[in-house]
């Protein structure tokens, strides 16, 4: 899905914090920041104990409301039912185009459906380990794994070498899910001709598979994951109008050159 071009989606960010590490906050924001302005920021847990002491200075620096809810029941997530009717309260205002709804809880998935039943996009962010039903119900699902990506740095010692672009190449041709993938895309998105544009193929796999994620790869951008592949003729058109230039890409099964797979 393409980032906003101008800050004008009021977005309403939900945290269920007793669900999500304080450390995922500045990658956080700058990712909810590509799609549009967060309007409402709030974490949802129980403040005054010591399980959430991590995300106190996080709620000061980034200017997120903590909302306060007791544990009023052992085995049972107050959390979440507050976090679900502050949602509900905000959806009924109208004065947003979208939610983010931070969390590996599945128990957040009828909110998501329901949200977009409304007509308004639904972001997701949680962990691999979020469960495929809330996933799904989510316009666009970001795992927070990626989002370390570019912040973390690992010291030298421990850090794993890059596989050299051909073994990369191979392993990426390898996984038929992905290849099955981005060949419909494109073949979605193409004219007779064969090319698509990148940010329509984009498009086209996010709405395939919502939690589609070019960094859960290893590349900050699809261009690159395409260009990584190597099964695919690329091309950059100047635009009409003299802006941003396109980039166009073919499966090269459409252009009869030989690749070896």
């Known amino acids: 899905m393409a980032a906003v071009s101008e800050n004008s ?31 409402v920021k709030r974490a949802y847990g129980d403040w005054t104990g010591t399980s959430l002491r991590s995300w106190k200075d996080q709620l000061l620096a980034q200017s997120i409301q903590p909302i306060q809810q007791f544990a009023y029941t052992v085995g049972k997530n107050a959390t979440d039912a507050a976090m679900i009717i502050d949602a509900m309260d905000l959806l009924y205002t109208g004065r947003f185009d979208g939610f983010c709804i931070v969390s590996s809880d599945s128990d957040f998935t009828r909110l998501a459906s329901r949200i977009r039943e409304s007509g308004l996009t639904v972001y997701g962010f949680g962990e691999r380990k979020t ?14 794994e990626n989002l370390y990506t570019e912040n973390l740095a690992e010291p030298e010692s421990v850090r794993i070498p890059e596989p050299s672009p051909v073994l990369a190449s ?12 981005i060949r419909s895309a494109v073949e979605a998105a193409s004219g ?14 996010t709405k395939q598979r919502s939690d589609f994620d070019p960094r859960s790869y290893g590349y900050p951008k699809l ?8 099964l695919f003729d690329i091309d950059r058109r ?5 802006k941003q230039a396109i980039i ?5 099964r459409r252009s009869g050159k030989k690749t070896a797979e």
């Open 9 to 39: 989606v009021r977005l309403a960010v939900l945290i269920d914090a007793d669900n999500a590490q304080a450390s995922i906050v500045d990658g956080l924001l700058a990712e909810v920041a590509k799609y549009g302005t967060a309007h």
């Open 131 to 144: 469960p495929k039903p809330f996933v799904a119900a989510c316009d666009k699902f970001i795992y927070t």
């Open 170 to 181: 191979a392993h990426l041709r390898g996984d038929t899910s992905l290849m099955n993938l």
């Open 192 to 205: 007779d001709d064969g090319w698509a544009p990148l940010a329509a193929v984009g498009h086209i796999v």
């Open 223 to 230: 261009g690159g994951l395409i260009t990584a592949i190597g």
């Open 238 to 242: 100047d635009s009409a109008d003299g």
């Open 248 to 252: 166009w890409i073919r499966d090269k």
